[in-house]
């Protein structure tokens, strides 16, 4: 049975900083991961799939790598703002016939100005 | 319309009573997602639409729970006899298609039922 944990739960950042989020899989037979970020009081917004073929995809200033084999992926969030405060979700698609989203708990990002 | 909408964004209710959740999905999108999301608990699949059928209801946790699609649009979520444990944030999301290059996942602010 597949399982997503991320890590840290919390994290808290002076601003300008580069941070890394972890998201581990317990299943390497994956189909994508997707990361996500929810801001308080609104649904969430899809920030980068990455599929089971590929390494690594990047969006401005977020990088997002996939090491099926360990089971890990890292998002890399440069010069970090306080506008990218929000809680960051790691979702991995299982692969077969009934592919479905197993959703982390979510890694809770405050930066601070 | 622009994107997802739900309807109610909140919506309380005694124990008891039946609710409707509203999911209005951007047009275009075949497929439509219902999850629910309770506090310190990861996002719980529900249902999946493609269409209007639901290949995959496996996650709807009592036969409390049901949902429907019409028009390949507007879906709804109908929970009966509401109970405390039902207290939640649900989530809709549609996308261009299930699986491939037009699975992005495109998200509703979600309604937060509260049973009292």
């Known amino acids: 049975k597949q399982e997503v944990t991320q890590i840290p739960a919390a994290l808290s950042v002076p601003e300008g900083e580069n941070l890394v989020l972890n998201c581990s899989f317990t299943d390497s037979a994956i189909y994508n991961l997707q990361w996500f970020r929810q801001d308080p009081g609104k649904g969430l917004t899809s920030l980068l799939l990455i599929q089971s073929s590929q390494r690594e995809q990047t969006s401005g200033r977020l990088n997002a790598s996939l090491d099926k084999s360990s089971g890990r992926s890292t998002l890399y969030i440069a010069a970090s703002q306080p506008g990218d405060s929000a809680t960051y979700l790691c979702a991995v698609k299982t692969a077969g016939n009934n592919r479905k989203l197993i959703w982390g708990l979510g890694t809770s990002l405050a930066v601070n100005p | 319309g622009a994107g997802v909408s739900q309807s109610p964004s909140n919506k309380v209710t005694e124990k008891g009573k039946d609710v409707e959740l509203r999911c209005d999905p951007i047009?275009?999108?075949?497929?439509l997602y219902w999850y629910r999301q309770s506090l310190g608990q990861g996002l719980e699949f529900l249902i999946y639409f493609q269409g209007n059928s639901a290949p995959d209801k496996s996650g709807l946790p009592s036969d409390r729970f049901s949902a429907e699609r019409t028009g390949g649009s507007v879906s709804t979520l109908t929970i009966q006899r509401t109970q405390q444990e039902d207290s939640a944030v649900y989530l809709c999301?549609?996308?261009?298609?299930?699986?491939?290059?037009?699975?992005?996942?495109?998200f509703g602010s979600g309604t937060q039922l509260s049973v009292l």
């Open positions: 047009s275009g999108h075949t497929a």
């Open positions: 999301a549609s996308s261009l298609a299930y699986s491939g290059t037009n699975e992005k996942l495109f």
